[in-house]
C-alpha cells in the first residue's frame, strides 16, 4: 500500500475518532455545581447534613460542599465514596454488597471504599466524574447520591 493510501485511511480513522471524542460531555464545574445543588435539595428534605463530593473522570476534585453542622470526617469519605466509583465506574453499593456477601478481599483493593454513597456519573456509558456523599447513614448517602444524578441529563 502506497504512503498516499495509508495518509487517508489514518486521516479517515482520526476523523472517526475526533467526531466521536466531541460528541462526548464532560464534567465541568458548572454541570458538578448543578449535581451538587441537587444533592443538598434531596438532603435537605429529611434534615440531613451531608458532605458532597463531585470529581471529574480523573479522580479530581470539582466540587466539595459541606453542609453546616457535618462533622469533618465525612469530608475524607464522600471523596473516597467518588474517587471508588471513578476508578472502579461503578457504585460503591456493589462493594459494600460484596463485602457483606463474605467477599472480605474486595477491602484489600486499593481505593476502594465498601459503603453506600458513592456513584460514577455517566454520559452514555462513559464515565465522565463520580458523586460521593457522607454524612447520614449509607442507605440515606445513597439516596441523596441518587437523586444528585437525576439532575444531569
Not at 60 to 76: F, N
Amino acid at each position: 500500500m502506497n504512503i498516499k493510501k495509508r495518509l487517508l485511511i489514518a486521516l479517515f480513522f482520526f476523523s472517526i475518532t475526533n467526531l466521536a471524542l466531541s460528541q462526548t460531555r464532560a464534567l465541568d464545574l458548572e454541570a458538578a455545581q448543578k449535581i451538587s445543588d441537587a444533592a443538598e435539595e434531596r438532603a435537605r428534605q429529611d434534615n440531613w447534613n451531608v458532605v458532597i463530593a463531585i470529581l471529574d473522570e480523573g479522580g479530581h476534585l470539582l466540587a466539595l460542599r459541606r453542609m453546616d453542622g457535618t462533622q469533618v470526617g465525612s469530608v475524607e469519605v464522600a471523596i473516597a465514596k467518588a474517587k471508588t466509583s471513578v476508578y472502579f465506574k461503578r457504585s460503591t453499593k456493589v462493594f459494600e454488597d460484596g463485602a457483606k456477601s463474605g467477599n472480605s478481599h474486595l477491602m484489600s483493593l486499593p481505593n476502594v471504599v465498601a459503603v453506600e454513597g458513592g456513584l460514577p456519573i455517566k454520559d452514555g456509558d462513559r464515565v465522565i466524574g463520580a458523586i460521593g456523599i457522607s454524612g447520614v447513614t449509607s442507605e440515606q448517602d445513597g439516596i441523596i447520591a441518587e437523586a444528585a444524578l437525576k439532575a444531569w441529563p
